[in-house]
């Protein structure tokens, strides 16, 4: 199965920060990664698919970038409401897998 | 509006079994292949197992940790998806999506969630 790594599993920031967060696959994925952004208490909501196209209602701060094995979600300018958890998924083949979160907190 | 409603979750032993439902509306569900997605409190999410349509011929894939315990079934009729859950473990506490896959210019992503059951096995 292809194992995806994200990285930091957690990062302090300020409003109006910029962020980027990564996720390394065990193999090349081509461009099947998407991002979703989860609040708390909150179902999972999805951001980016096939690693840059952003999802119709979500804001243009976020964008996504990479193929192949590395990718990076990008937020412009962190905004209060976008202090949630991140998370990364491989969607190349059946079994997909996320990657283990990473949790924006104010700094 | 899209909307995935789970149930039938609760308390249950180790070794017991228990059946999640998930009722769908606002779409053709009979289109859509779709997934369960479970986290356990306070970790991370895992992809447990798929439920394909009548084109991709109702086939089912699952995750290794389930594999061999849990089902994944579908009635086109009522718009549900189903999860039954056999042999039990406490590692198997977590809350429960019913997730809907999109595909997009050849790509594919979960772009509809439920907002859980929660499963709870514990003597």
């Known amino acids: 199965d292809i194992q995806v790594t994200q990285s930091p599993s957690s990062l302090s920031a300020s409003v109006r920060d910029r962020v980027t967060i990564t996720c390394r696959a065990s193999?090349?994925?081509?461009?099947?990664l998407n991002w979703y952004q989860q609040r708390p208490g909150k179902a999972p909501r999805l951001l980016i698919y096939?690693?840059?196209s952003l999802q119709s209602g979500v804001p243009s701060r976020f964008s996504g970038s990479g193929s192949g094995t590395d990718f990076t979600l990008t937020i412009s300018s962190l905004q209060p409401e976008d202090f949630a958890t991140y998370f990364c998924q491989q969607a190349y083949i059946t079994r997909w897998a996320f990657g283990q979160g990473t949790k924006v907190e104010i700094k | 509006e899209v909307q995935l409603v789970e149930s039938g979750g609760g308390l249950v032993q180790p070794g017991g079994s228990l059946k999640l439902s998930c009722v769908a509306s606002g779409f053709t569900f009979s289109d859509h292949i779709m997934d369960w997605v479970r986290q356990a409190p306070g970790k991370g999410l895992e992809w447990i197992g798929r439920g394909r349509n009548k084109v991709k011929s109702y086939t089912t894939e699952y995750a290794a940790s389930v594999r061999g315990r849990f089902t994944i079934s579908r009635d086109d009729s009522k718009s549900s998806l189903y999860l039954q859950m056999n042999s039990l473990e406490v590692e198997d506490t977590a809350l429960y999506y019913c997730v809907r896959l999109h595909e997009s210019s050849g790509y594919y992503y979960s772009d509809s969630w439920g907002q859980g059951t929660l499963v709870t096995v514990s003597a």
């Open positions: 096939g690693a840059s």
């Open positions: 193999q090349s994925i081509g461009n099947s």
